[in-house]
């Protein structure tokens, strides 16, 4: 499970790993936010409407949920048993308040923060992604303290990584999957 704040690069991390790690599968979350840029559905997230997300609370079909900005997002719990029951690496990549769930309900998890080299780093990150408006893109920057300080005090996180050169950071994370999961 990786979290961290927008713009750290979690995302760029956990397609690396897909790409490097035959046993690794990408957990698709269910939003109610809408598709930013070229996203399409079914890839990165399912993107679907604030009554099915309630829906699928009630029927305990979310192994955690959390709302970020004004928006929903969630991990179908289904898909994680049966990943994991298959002997898969299940890759999630959720908020400080889902890794809290995560840590409680799967506490063999492996759960790592990401954190921008500086704050200027991520602030030019979210700039350069070009498919939000300024005024969403400070609304980020200006949660981005809050997760960190979270991340820090919950103990819900067992490593923190300085994502500075992305396959450094990479290496890392394949470093300590192996090691936790003797793989
Ligand atoms: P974004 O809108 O940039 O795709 O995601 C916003 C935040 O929601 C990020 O911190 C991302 O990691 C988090 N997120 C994405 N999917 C999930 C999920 O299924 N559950 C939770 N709790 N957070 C998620």
Not at 4 to 18: D, E, H, M, Q, R
Not at 80 to 106: K, L, P, Y
């Amino acid at each position: 499970m990786i979290s961290g704040p927008s713009g750290a690069g979690k995302t760029s991390i956990c397609n690396a790993l897909l790409e490097q790690l035959s046993a690794a599968e990408w957990s698709v979350s269910v939003t109610t936010r809408p598709p930013r840029g070229d996203e399409r559905d079914g890839e990165a997230y399912r993107f679907i409407s604030a009554e099915e997300f309630q829906r699928l609370i009630g029927e305990d079909r979310l192994l955690e949920h959390a709302e970020y900005l004004g928006n929903r997002y969630g991990t179908p719990a289904e898909p994680v048993r049966a990943a994991m029951e298959a002997g898969r690496i299940v890759i999630m990549e959720i908020d400080v308040q889902g890794g809290a769930q995560v840590a409680q309900r799967v506490p063999e998890s492996i759960r790592v923060f990401v954190l921008p080299p500086t704050m200027d780093t991520l602030k030019a990150r979210l700039a350069g992604r070009k498919t939000e408006s300024d005024a969403l893109q400070a609304k980020r920057i200006a949660e981005a303290d809050g997760e960190i300080a979270f991340a820090r005090n919950s103990g819900h996180y067992t490593h923190f990584i300085t994502n500075d050169i992305l396959k450094n950071s990479v290496d890392q994370v394949i470093e300590i999957i192996e090691r936790e999961t003797n793989a």
